[in-house]
């Protein structure tokens, strides 16, 4: 850990897609440091035990406007929010279906968060996280709903930055590459097409969730403080190459 323990002590803080991967690693993170976390996400029957006391589990499905609503009143006080979310189709993502279902749980998901949370937040004068991508820099050829979703996480997060300044809440974003989660497990597993990757990468490994974490958690914090609508980039190098 790079922070003094107590950092985010007294801070209540909400990550969706807390569950799992990236956004675990987030809840995990956050809840070290002294912070009392809300973790949400969809029913699960592969969920380890969390290894802090002070996170709570919340199913929550953020395509259901009402449900974040209900959510948002039984907690009272936010001070930050990660929008971690978010679902990848490879190959599927061509069917129209499909292509709408990506971008409304990715993009429109995290739009309804911030715009539930945003009353609480003012009191608090917090912040929010998005998640972004490498895929909001360039595209991907299997993936073309969720390059758009993460292409509108940026756009979106520079747009509320500027619209929620007012209420002195901060939005910025972070932007994985290659990390090291169950969803990249095949890849990895894959020596033909992981051999490019990792070539490509200038820190010749992958990344890890806490990682992302840490990032997340400068965004966070004090030493951010002067900084808003900021993509922040998480991915070894792979994109300057």
């Known amino acids: 850990m790079s922070f003094k323990p107590d950092l985010l002590a007294g801070k209540t803080a909400i990550v969706t897609g807390g569950t799992q991967g990236i956004g675990r690693g987030i809840a995990e993170a956050l809840a070290g440091l002294g912070a009392k976390v809300y973790a949400t996400g969809l029913p699960s029957n592969d969920a380890s035990p969390y290894r802090s006391n002070s996170i709570t589990e919340v199913i929550l499905d953020v395509t259901q406007e009402d449900d974040i609503s209900a959510f948002a009143?039984?907690?009272?006080?936010?001070?930050?929010?990660?929008?971690?979310?978010?679902i990848i189709c490879r190959g599927e993502e061509f069917k129209l279906s499909v292509f709408e279902r990506v971008l409304n749980i990715n993009l429109t998901g995290t739009m309804r968060l911030c715009e539930e949370?945003?009353?609480?937040?003012?009191?608090?004068?917090?912040?929010?996280?998005?998640?972004?991508?490498?895929?909001?820099?360039?595209?991907?050829?299997l993936v073309p709903a969720y390059s758009a979703s993460k292409g509108g996480i940026a756009q979106l997060t520079k747009s509320l930055a500027i619209a929620y300044a007012v209420d002195g809440i901060r939005v910025n974003a972070i932007a994985p590459g290659w990390i090291a989660t169950p969803l990249t497990e095949a890849l990895q597993n894959d020596e033909l097409r992981?051999?490019?990757?990792?070539?490509?990468t200038p820190l010749k490994r992958w990344g890890?969730?806490?990682d992302v974490a840490q990032a997340a958690i400068f965004l966070c914090s004090s030493a951010s403080a002067f900084m808003t609508g900021v993509i922040m980039p998480v991915d070894g190098g792979y994109m300057v190459t």
């Open 208 to 210: 890890t969730p806490d």
């Open 117 to 141: 949370f945003r009353p609480l937040l003012a009191k608090s004068a917090g912040c929010i996280v998005n998640t972004a991508s490498m895929l909001s820099f360039f595209g991907g050829g």
């Open 73 to 86: 009143q039984t907690i009272g006080s936010a001070d930050i929010l990660i929008n971690c979310a978010g």
């Open 194 to 200: 992981a051999r490019p990757i990792l070539e490509r």
